[in-house]
């Protein structure tokens, strides 16, 4: 499955696979085949972004007025999305003796070393909800994104709540994923953090950027909010 393949099978190893359409095999890349293994989170956002590029495009509309629109909404999608991981049990950290730790009684999502029933039993051991934090995060996020919308409209210019949710989510995420004994990893470090601080990166150049080059976004008093 995909969580238990990493950067390198879908980019080095294994980039492409044999996929039959209409009776013709053609080459298909092996990270997108998502029915074997889910999506992550960040192909879903990009891909999400370039639906809305093209969806305002076509129609002549202010895409980061729209972007900022989704936004909030996008990480209470997340929010509630995170508890699927719970029913799968999975996305879990290390041990813990916290009140709040969750049992993982399904072998098979076991994960070294934690699969040593021996020192740790499937009914007894339990481990950080790393999922949990995530929703708690994300789920507070919406409240602060929400509020900073309405609080500074007059200061706000278009595509300022989607560099919000760019540095919010990603600082989460880049904190979290350290919790992940699991996690994809790049040259050592877990892939998600790299495309994290990118992303935090990207958000906080959006804002400044459009600072030093007003005459190229909505002015604030033009915001949506305010009209």
């Known amino acids: 499955s995909g969580a238990s393949r990493g ?5 080095i190893e294994q980039p492409f696979t044999t996929l039959t359409l209409f009776g013709v095999a053609i ?17 879903a956002i990009i891909g999400g972004i370039v639906a809305v590029l093209i969806y305002s495009y076509r129609h002549q509309l202010n895409v980061w007025r729209w972007l900022d ?15 699927g991981n719970y029913f799968n049990q999975e996305l879990y950290g290390p041990p813990t003796s916290l009140p709040w730790g969750i ?12 699969d040593d ?5 499937l009914e007894t051991a339990i481990f950080h909800p790393v999922f949990l934090y995530e929703s708690i995060w994300n789920l507070i996020g919406f409240v602060v994104l929400m509020w900073v919308g309405r609080k500074y409209a007059s200061k706000l210019y ?5 560099s919000l949710y760019l540095i919010w989510y990603s600082t989460g995420r ?7 004994p699991d996690a994809w990893t790049l040259g050592g470090i877990p892939t998600a953090q790299i495309v994290s601080i990118i992303l935090i990166l990207i958000g906080a150049g959006l804002m400044v950027y459009r600072r030093r080059s007003p005459n190229l976004m909505t002015r604030p008093e033009t915001h949506p909010v305010n009209q």
């Open 69 to 83: 629109i989704l936004a909030p909404g996008v990480l209470l999608a997340q929010a509630i999305g995170r508890w």
């Open 117 to 121: 029933l021996t020192l740790y039993p």
């Open 27 to 43: 080459p298909f890349p092996t990270a997108l085949l998502i029915w074997e293994g889910g999506i992550g989170i960040f192909g």
């Open 7 to 11: 950067f390198s099978y879908y980019f």
């Open 158 to 162: 278009d595509g300022d709540i989607l």
């Open 103 to 114: 049992i993982i009684n399904n072998p098979n999502q076991r994960i070294p070393p934690y």
């Open 174 to 180: 880049l904190l979290i994923e350290s919790l992940r």
